[in-house]
């Protein structure tokens, strides 16, 4: 073994300090990949041609980058109202929806010098998406694009680099209209760009592998091979890897090639694996087969790994859905790819970060709305345990799919990337190929969706047949108000799958008894009765919309954004979030929350939102009286007032108020207020919030976990304000600028104050009731990274100091 070293391929100025990636693989191996970080930037308007000059002043960036998250905020117009032709769309006004990010255009632009040893060999870029649309020009001449910029593409450049000389590559990414989307898509390089160099002749082709697993025991592989040359025969070599890496199962066969023909697909001999591993929620094992390709004499010319696992899926009226023959019920969370203060920036580690608090709190399940995400949230929901709704587009219509090109001129396309890049994930469990699409007449072929379903299904179908395929309604009928017969779209699905409209799932089942239901969307007002109104032992389960705040969809400036959610913006939980983790887990769980007043009602999408504005802390008005929630699955809740019983509460099996004890008439007065659970008189939580004083001083937590110095690697630092005591205090509101020095830079703060007007980018922010969270990048240089919070007078408020390994 040794360092297949890949030289000094980027060469001019500060580009030669790019950390390239030095593969460990035997002398004969020929797959090699380049991550492309470092690149050039500019919102200027440019020609094609005079961004492969360089005109202009360009800043250094390094991806994933979002260029939208750094941009001012734009307020409305005076003379901007509301938009309610089309109820979906919820455009409050013209930025409303996008965030309040000005549209716009971006260049990206890269030089490098190829290493001479990739002459005569094949150099595919691969990208893995451009917000919203996009070009990719080399040395002048455009390569290709995207149409969707959530699905990714691949070029061959094999004939078209220079050898021994500059070569430039550009990129062009373009947000479209404020109508393009209807939530906040970011803008850019927002996911991995890489190099891939293998043999020219006979390699494996992009996506190759697909894996299947059937009885929990046997492998079932099948591999998309290319020949470009004379050969006719090809030994291939297949070994499967436990999570160790060692060899437990292998075989060896002859592929029969076809000389000259581009790709053919081979169904390769079952691999029985005795006593395997099963990928479960709570013992997600994962194993990688490994496959390796021959030439003629005998020289390894292409090598791919790929991870997956093993498990059975089941779909039935009767029962829903089972995991390895177990019943297992999806609670789950729907929310849009971003990632909060970090815009659309697919970074794994923010990824990460969700993925863990998600399964904290007991969801087991993510549907990916409206699009694809980055492969790294499918790769972390393998490692975790979490499974997964794939969902391929919002609308079926132009202006929702990227808006540059038909609709019906990409989806072709759209389709097979996007099943053959996720489809060895043994996290995703159902297929979803759009949202809410059906009350669309002038969908193609205006016959609400049916015929563009079955031809997408049809193509899907060629690329994976192992699970089932669905489209996300709403309304589940053709209008909001009548209780009509099931639209036309949810009798031809293979799961019945309802935004919202859970209440129809009992008499749509008794006249349909085939169809399995899905509760696409939940809403937060109804949280607990749209839930444990279903009948659980049928339905597949359910997945609550937009339980992470997100930026765009606003309801209305000064909201930047959706705010509905039980998490905030920062990721730090509001109250309602330990009631979704007492219905979703035994563990025992009791939480105060505070009514606060009542929220605005309005109506987004034909439901209407609402209730009781309920908030963390105990600082009230004296005298003033108050209503008190304790989320508990425990029998009863005992309240007490410092220290003096306000009484003893039965939890009630009524869906309407199961796991939510309210608390009516509660005087306030400064102190503690504690909630004792109890189950069989013995107490198995309690959860005390008390009145805090002004801000003492501040706490700096970093994320309890190695931090990587490879120029990706993130770190997230809470900060808490606190008072004498040492309690979060929401009296704390302070001015701060963050400074760092060491190999780190700051990329994002978010306080989690969704009318807030601080850029995320901006390194002087203010804490929102106490809180603020602060995301640090690494360099590729290990070593001590120093975080300081300054105040306007000057003064270090907080520090604390870390170490990239």
Same mark, same amino acid.
């Given at each position: ?53 360089? #005109? ?49 255009? /971006? ?38 694009? +995207? ?11 094999? &004939? ?14 373009? +947000? ?28 494996? &082709? ?15 592989? %099948? ?35 076809? #000389? ?13 694996? &005795? ?71 697919? @970074?794994?580690?923010?990824? *990460?970060?969700?993925?863990? !608090? ?60 996007? =099943? ?83 209440? @129809? ?15 696409? *969307? ?13 009948? !659980? ?22 909201? $930047? ?19 979704? %983790? ?41 005298? $003033?009286? @108050?209503?008190?929630?304790? @989320? ?29 004890? #309210? ?29 805090? /004083? ?16 490879? /120029? ?46 601080? =850029? ?23 070593? $001590? ?21």
């Amino acid at each position: 073994m040794y360092r297949y070293p890949i030289r000094s391929i980027f060469r001019r100025g500060w580009l030669s300090s790019l950390l390239l990636l030095f593969l460990s693989l035997p002398a004969c191996a020929q797959r090699d990949t380049v991550n492309i970080v470092d690149w050039q930037f500019t919102r200027a308007e440019l020609s094609p041609a005079q961004a492969h000059q360089g #005109r202009g002043a360009w800043q250094r960036v390094r991806l994933p980058h979002d260029f939208q998250i750094s941009q001012p905020w734009v307020a409305p117009a005076a003379d901007e109202h509301a938009d309610n032709r089309d109820q979906a769309a919820n455009v409050k006004s013209r930025l409303s929806s996008r965030g309040f990010k000005e549209m716009g255009k /971006g260049w990206y632009r890269r030089t490098f010098t190829p290493d001479s040893s990739w002459r005569g060999r094949r150099v595919v870029l691969e990208v893995g998406g451009i917000m919203l649309v996009g070009d990719v020009w080399l040395n002048g001449e455009r390569i290709g694009g +995207t149409e969707y910029g959530y699905v990714g593409f691949g070029i061959d450049i094999s &004939d078209r680099l220079r050898y021994g000389q500059e070569n430039v590559l550009t990129v062009l990414a373009d +947000t479209r209209g404020p109508q393009n989307s209807r939530w906040y898509t970011g803008g850019g390089l927002f996911r991995d760009v890489k190099l891939i160099v293998t043999d020219r002749q006979l390699f494996f &082709d992009r996506h190759p592998l697909q894996i299947t697993t059937t009885d929990n025991r046997v492998v079932h592989i %099948k591999a998309a091979v290319s020949n470009y040359g004379r050969q006719r025969e090809a030994p291939l070599a297949v070994r499967i890897l436990d999570a160790q890496g060692h060899v437990v199962a292998q075989a060896d066969t002859l592929l029969a090639l076809t #000389r000259h023909r581009h790709t053919m697909e081979y169904p390769l001999a079952d691999i029985t694996i &005795d006593h395997p591993h099963v990928w479960d929620l709570d013992t997600p094992y994962l194993y990688s087969a490994e496959l390796t390709l021959r030439d003629d004499s005998g020289r390894v010319a292409d090598r791919v790994t790929e991870p997956f696992g093993i498990r059975t899926i089941e779909y039935g009226p009767s029962f829903g859905f089972k995991l390895n023959g177990r019943k297992v019920i999806l609670k789950g969370i729907a929310n849009h790819h971003t990632l909060g203060a970090l815009g659309a920036a697919a @970074y794994p580690r923010a990824i *990460e970060k969700r993925i863990k !608090l998600l399964k904290d709190f007991g969801f087991n399940h993510i549907r990916c709305s409206h699009n694809p995400y980055s492969e790294d949230l499918y790769r972390l929901c393998d490692k975790y345990g979490i499974l997964v709704v794939d969902e391929l587009y919002d609308k079926w219509l132009t202006q929702y799919a990227g808006g540059r090109q038909p609709w019906m001129s990409h989806w072709q396309y759209d389709v097979p990337e996007w =099943i053959q890049r996720d489809r060895n994930h043994p996290s995703v469990v159902m297929w979803s190929l759009g949202n809410e699409l059906q009350t669309y007449p002038n969908l193609p072929f205006n016959d609400w969706g049916v015929t563009p379903y079955r031809l997408l299904r049809t193509l899907l179908r060629r690329y994976d047949t192992t699970r089932p395929v669905t489209v996300a309604m709403h309304p589940r009928g053709r209008n909001w108000q009548t209780d009509s017969l099931p639209c036309d779209l949810a009798m031809i699905t293979d799961i019945q799958a309802y935004n919202y409209r859970y209440m @129809y799932f009992p008499g749509d089942g008794r006249r349909f008894p085939n169809m399995i239901f899905y509760q696409s *969307e939940a809403n937060l007002p109804m949280m607990g009765p749209n839930y444990f109104d279903m009948d !659980l032992n049928r339905v597949v389960g359910l997945a609550y919309w937009g339980m992470i705040d997100y930026n765009g969809e606003s309801l209305g400036w000064p909201r $930047k954004g959706w705010d509905n959610g039980v998490f905030d913006r920062s990721l730090l939980p509001k109250p309602q979030a330990y009631m979704l %983790k007492a219905m979703f887990t035994d563990k025992p769980v009791v939480h105060i929350g505070v009514a606060g007043g009542k929220e605005e009602t309005m109506t987004w999408n034909g439901v209407t939102f609402g209730g009781d504005k309920v908030t963390w802390h105990w600082n009230r008005m004296t005298g $003033k009286r @108050y209503t008190v929630y304790t @989320y508990t699955n425990a029998e009863e809740v005992e309240l007490r007032l410092n220290g003096r019983s306000l009484g003893v509460k039965k939890n009630s099996s009524d869906p309407k108020s199961r796991d939510k004890i #309210r608390w009516d008439g509660i005087a306030y007065e400064p102190g503690t207020l504690l909630a004792i659970a109890r189950n069989g008189g013995k107490e198995v939580a309690r959860h005390e919030i008390a009145t805090a /004083g002004p801000l003492k001083r501040l706490a700096l937590i970093p994320d309890n976990e190695t931090w990587k110095a490879d /120029g990706q690697d993130l770190m997230h630092i809470r900060v808490l304000g606190l008072d004498a005591k040492g309690r979060r205090t929401p009296l704390a509101n302070d001015t701060l600028t963050v400074r760092v020095s060491g190999p780190a830079e700051l990329v994002a703060a978010d306080n989690g104050d969704i009318t807030g007007n601080a =850029i995320a980018t901006d390194p002087t922010t203010t804490l929102y009731q106490g809180n603020l969270l602060v995301i640090l990048r690494a360099t590729s240089k290990p070593g $001590k990274v120093r975080v300081e919070l300054v105040d306007k007078a000057g003064r270090v408020r907080g520090k604390c100091t870390l170490a990239t390994e």
